[in-house]
């Protein structure tokens, strides 16, 4: 079946680092991937969507500037989270998917981002 | 926009026994509803789908039924075992790229 690779899995780092996170489709071409955050016992939210060679849409309250998305190949998408602070402490999910109508999403692992 | 209703947000049933996770949706333009499963620390996993073009879709344990009228569809555990307690989550989207919309989750227990 159709595999999404998130990598790194968790992650603990300062205040004010930024943090990068990969998202790629292991055996199918991913024209459209979606980054989502989850917290503890909730849904998932949707951060953003990006189709592969255009800007990322991002949704309302969520900070492209802090938040920035990156889908250059059509396996490959990565969130980089900009100078975190403890409040962006939480479960990163990131989907994919194929070209095409009616291709379901797949999902990643997500990386857990600890910010001390 | 879509919104989708979940429940129940927690379900315990016992090992065999049958159960049943509801959903509601209020675009009536949606026409796919995907299932999913999150176990603890990972991602969801897609269990099952289904089109607004069919009634009823199963996949030897699982089922899932549709009412495009009553803008309801539902999934159905068969002769539940341990493994199958997660949280399950409802979606729906139209087709195209236009992103899912979750509902709030069921967190499922199935007691041995």
């Known amino acids: 079946g159709a595999v999404v690779s998130q990598h790194p899995s968790r992650v603990i780092c300062k205040s004010g680092t930024s943090v990068k996170i990969e998202c790629r489709s292991l055996?199918?071409?991913?024209?459209?991937m979606f980054w989502y955050r989850q917290f503890p016992k909730q849904s998932l939210m949707l951060m953003a969507t990006?189709?592969?060679?255009?800007?990322?849409?991002?949704e309302q309250g969520v900070e492209k500037d802090k938040f920035l998305i990156n889908h250059a190949s059509l396996t490959l998408s990565t969130l980089t989270v900009t100078s975190a602070h403890p409040e962006d402490s939480s479960f990163y999910i990131c989907?994919?998917?194929?070209?095409?109508?009616?291709?379901?999403?797949?999902f990643g692992d997500g990386t857990r981002l600890s910010i001390l | 926009g879509e919104n989708v209703e979940q429940h129940p947000s927690t379900l315990s049933v016992q090992e065999g026994d049958s159960a049943v996770i509801k959903c509601t949706y209020s675009?009536?333009?949606?026409?796919?509803f995907p299932w999913y499963k999150q176990e603890l620390g990972k991602g969801p996993q897609l269990i099952i789908d289904?089109?607004?073009?069919?009634g009823e879709k199963k996949d030897q344990r699982i089922a899932v039924t549709l009412n495009k009228t009553a803008k309801h569809f539902s999934l159905h555990i068969t002769e539940t075992q341990p493994e199958d307690s997660a949280v399950y989550f409802c979606?729906?989207?139209?087709?195209?790229?236009?992103?899912?919309?979750f509902g709030k989750g069921t967190r499922l227990s199935v007691i041995a």
């Open positions: 979606a729906a989207s139209k087709t195209g790229n236009t992103p899912l919309v």
């Open positions: 989907s994919a998917r194929g070209s095409g109508s009616n291709q379901p999403q797949h």
């Open positions: 289904i089109r607004s073009n069919v």
């Open positions: 055996d199918f071409q991913a024209t459209t």
């Open positions: 990006s189709n592969e060679g255009s800007k990322a849409t991002y």
């Open positions: 675009d009536s333009a949606s026409n796919y």
